[in-house]
């Protein structure tokens, strides 16, 4: 149980408006899953399955995982609707420190780095969209960070807005690919298959699978500015996840009926094989565009969620002071939105985010794992707190889902163990960091 002070998380003059409802919400959440993943990972996925039917079912079983933890993540936004989301819950059930340590990893590495990582994917698919390669893609990359900051700046109306646009472009774009695939067919048959995957063999595959699948915990972090998020807030995570989980099996799908699975296991860009095979070049650019509109959508909602974090842990005093500022017209976190843009750029121009979020794929599920386990203390310590939402069966659910990702968490850190010692050591060395701030904030 914490046994430091609750420090409110926003000022007391300025609060968060809530300006949004279910359908903005489920946006967020479509939005913050789909990224570049289901455009590149099925052939990554391919190459570790023996066959078409395996492809689908290690899909098919991380989105049930998935949607698990939205149910989860559900309880949690419906007890606590406010900014901050899993550092909010861990911060409650189990202490300032741990909080702080799961906001150190989003800052430094987790949010940040994937914000600097998705934009240049998204310079270098715009570019391969209209026929230009750029000769280095971290001006470009820097530029759109900084542009979705200045929209994000003038509050969650101009985010959500740009949002619900990305997100509908990119369902579009999906649609297309999944028509496109499911109309023309004409894969080769397929081989006599090999023997089917072992158990231990599949729960080295889901890591992929649920790192594409991983996301919808974004909602959570704007759960202070959704209206009526007792009721909206389950509702966006239960739609949105059963939105993507369809997305990503019919897309599948229209992989295995173009390319065949050895055809998908071959291939370096599945989605624009596919639209080449069908459409020719011009297939292959309409594709490229959709995936850039895609990954700045998921740049959109990092921006968005993270700075909300921020934002909270300047509040507590564990982060720069200012960083807890809200805008007085906007009610945006202005400061956290400009402290977490100058971190994302350097990171972008540096070019160092391919290793850190390679270091900190093991910390990022541990620590998803951490908040979906508040869920047994709440239960325990807040027994009495009427809840709109509960998680069903539980605690079966979570019990599910904590087995699972330790066990996937387990297999990766076997079979990377130096990334995995990397993603530690840069976990652990938020612990000084987070001492000095509380000794500065004392002072």
Request: charged share 10%; glycine share 10%; hydrophobic share 55%.
């Amino acid at each position: 149980m914490n046994s430091e002070p609750a420090i409110p998380a926003a000022s007391a003059l300025v609060t968060y408006a809530r300006r949004l409802g279910v359908w903005d919400a489920s946006m967020i959440v479509v939005g913050g899953v789909i990224g570049s993943g289901i455009f590149l990972t099925p052939a990554a996925i391919a190459r570790q399955t023996t066959s078409g039917a395996e492809q689908l079912l290690a899909w098919a079983i991380g989105g049930v995982i998935a949607l698990i933890g939205a149910l989860c993540y559900a309880e949690l936004g419906s007890r606590r609707p406010t900014a901050g989301g899993g550092y909010v819950y861990l911060r409650e059930a189990f202490g300032l420190i741990v909080a702080f340590v799961y906001g150190w990893n989003l800052l430094v590495v987790n949010h940040s780095g994937a914000i600097a990582a998705v934009a240049t994917v998204f310079v270098n698919y715009a570019g391969a969209a209209i026929g230009v390669t750029p000769a280095d893609p971290r001006p470009y990359a820097v530029g759109a960070i900084v542009f979705l900051t200045g929209i994000n700046w003038f509050g969650i109306r101009a985010g959500a807005l740009t949002q619900n646009i990305l997100t509908v472009l990119k369902l579009i774009a999906i649609s297309a690919l999944i028509v496109v695939g499911l109309v023309a067919r004409g894969a080769p048959p397929p081989v006599a298959s090999t023997a089917p995957m072992s158990p231990f063999a599949l729960i080295g595959v889901l890591m992929p699978v649920l790192f594409s699948y991983g996301g919808w915990y974004y909602v959570n972090d704007i759960a202070g500015e959704i209206r009526e998020p007792h009721r909206n807030l389950p509702r966006a995570l239960i739609f949105g996840m059963l939105l993507v989980a369809a997305c990503y099996l019919l897309a599948n799908m229209a992989y295995l009926a173009v390319l065949g699975h050895d055809g998908l296991a071959a291939s370096q860009a599945p989605a624009a094989d596919l639209m080449r095979h069908v459409l020719g070049e011009p297939g292959a650019r309409l594709i490229a565009a959709g995936i850039a509109i895609s990954t700045l959508g998921f740049c959109n909602i990092s921006v968005i969620g993270a700075a909300r974090v921020f934002q909270v842990m300047g509040a507590d005093g564990v982060f720069f002071r200012s960083a807890g500022y809200l805008h007085p017209r906007w009610r945006s976190p202005n400061v956290a939105l400009a402290l977490l843009a100058v971190w994302s750029c350097g990171l972008a121009l540096t070019g160092t985010f391919d290793q850190l979020l390679n270091y900190s794929t093991v910390g990022d599920w541990l620590g998803m794992a951490a908040v979906i386990a508040t869920l047994f203390w709440y239960h325990r310590a807040r027994a009495a707190e009427v809840v709109p939402f509960k998680v069903p069966l539980y605690p079966l659910l979570p019990l599910v889902f904590l087995v699972v990702v330790l066990w996937v968490v387990a297999v990766t850190a076997w079979s990377n163990p130096r990334d995995a010692g990397m993603g530690v050591l840069i976990t652990l060395a938020g612990l000084p960091v987070y001492w000095f701030w509380r000794w500065r904030s004392r002072a």
